[in-house]
């Protein structure tokens, strides 16, 4: 995951990648909290050391006051092989996002899409996905 995450336009080999404690503090705090999930494609066994990582994307369920008090499923890090691009599996992956939100009693889904991304901007809105917001980001570290 950390490689697709290193390059969005290139492979990068996985093993280049390095796992520091603060990825593993993250991928723990992901596992053992119920809003939270990691949906991923995998090709091949995987866990056996032979599966090839295709994709993946975060979902963080975040409950609101607006909307009736519904939940909101976020979608983050929406990532797929840049070589394996255009075969449908990102929206294989997002429409299995939706659907996991729906039967949640989810309100809303969201995501956010830095303003370059002109290519990810048109994927979403196939998936009916609207810009209604303008986005504002304050890094703290």
């Given at each position: 995951?950390?490689?697709?995450?290193?390059?969005?336009?290139?492979?990068?080999?996985?093993?280049?990648?390095?796992?520091?404690?603060?990825?593993?503090?993250?991928?723990?705090?992901?596992?053992?909290?119920?809003r939270n999930e990691l949906?991923?494609?995998?090709?091949?066994?995987?866990?056996?050391?032979?599966?090839?990582?295709?994709?993946?994307?975060?979902?963080?369920?975040?409950?609101?006051?607006?909307?009736?008090?519904?939940?909101?499923?976020?979608?983050?890090?929406?990532?797929?092989?840049?070589?394996?691009?255009?075969?449908?599996?990102?929206?294989?992956?997002?429409?299995?996002?939706?659907?996991?939100?729906?039967?949640?009693?989810?309100?809303?889904?969201?995501?956010?899409?830095?303003?370059?991304?002109?290519?990810?901007?048109?994927?979403?809105?196939?998936?009916?996905?609207?810009?209604?917001?303008?986005?504002?980001?304050?890094?703290?570290?």
């Amino acid at each position: 995951m950390l490689a697709l995450l290193e390059d969005e336009d290139r492979v990068v080999d996985p093993a280049s990648v390095e796992v520091g404690a603060a990825h593993e503090a993250a991928f723990e705090a992901i596992a053992s909290d119920a809003r939270n999930e990691l949906l991923v494609l995998v090709e091949g066994e995987p866990g056996g050391g032979g599966g090839v990582l295709l994709g993946f994307l975060q979902v963080t369920y975040i409950p609101g006051l607006g909307r009736g008090a519904g939940e909101r499923a976020l979608l983050e890090a929406v990532r797929i092989r840049p070589d394996r691009r255009g075969a449908g599996l990102g929206g294989e992956l997002v429409r299995r996002a939706v659907e996991r939100a729906r039967a949640r009693g989810c309100t809303l889904v969201q995501l956010t899409s830095h303003k370059d991304r002109a290519d990810a901007h048109r994927f979403y809105e196939r998936f009916g996905f609207a810009r209604s917001h303008e986005g504002f980001r304050l890094p703290l570290g």
